[in-house]
């Protein structure tokens, strides 16, 4: 039985859609530190966890190290595979702490796919006024079932050489 020209063109335009939204460029997006391989494949790439960092876009001083699992395989060589939703965050002050704009508890910091189609990595932030402390959540959600997998990174903010600590709930929107 051969295939109509109606099926052939749908599967060929979910494939492309896939391939490009899998792994979107983002020129402001984060930087590979390192990738280590963790499973042995033949002719195809291996698997592997790779860490990032992300500076925060709103506030400056602050930057992010997550690590994230790499599917190799023939469909993580054509950038379809669907990721794991697991995630390791730490989130570090590296400067003198300067807020650009007022924040919401909550407030996404970076978004990237997981997944052609279903699943998103989000790395959030808030503020802990009491203990002048920025907290930042890394998690990954799925269109159809939700993912529990998660990490949380705390960062004091503390003075920088001379002049004011920054108090992050001075900037939090009321």
Not at 14 to 25: M, S
Not at 61 to 86: L, N, P, R, W
Not at 102 to 111: I, L, W
Not at 113 to 140: E, F, P, Q, T
């Amino acid at each position: 039985m051969k295939p109509s020209k109606f099926v052939l063109s749908a599967l060929l335009a979910t494939g492309l859609f896939a391939i490009a939204g899998a792994a979107p460029a983002r020129a402001d997006g984060p930087d590979l530190i390192f990738r280590k391989s963790t499973d042995f494949k033949l002719l195809t790439p291996n698997d592997k966890l790779a860490t990032y960092v992300l500076d925060d876009p709103d506030v400056d001083g602050i930057a992010c190290y997550y690590t994230v699992h790499e599917k190799g395989g023939v469909a993580g060589m054509f950038g379809v595979a669907e990721q794991t939703s697991d995630v390791s965050l730490s989130c570090r002050q590296y400067g003198p702490v300067k807020f650009k704009e007022k924040f919401g508890q909550g407030d996404e910091v970076f978004s990237e796919r997981r997944s052609a189609l279903w699943k998103r990595l989000h790395i959030v932030r808030g503020c802990d006024a009491k203990r002048n402390a920025l907290v930042y959540m890394a998690y990954s959600d799925r269109l159809i079932e939700g993912s529990p997998e998660n990490s949380t990174s705390g960062v004091p903010i503390q003075p920088w050489g001379a002049g004011d600590v920054a108090q992050c709930g001075e900037f939090l929107k009321k």
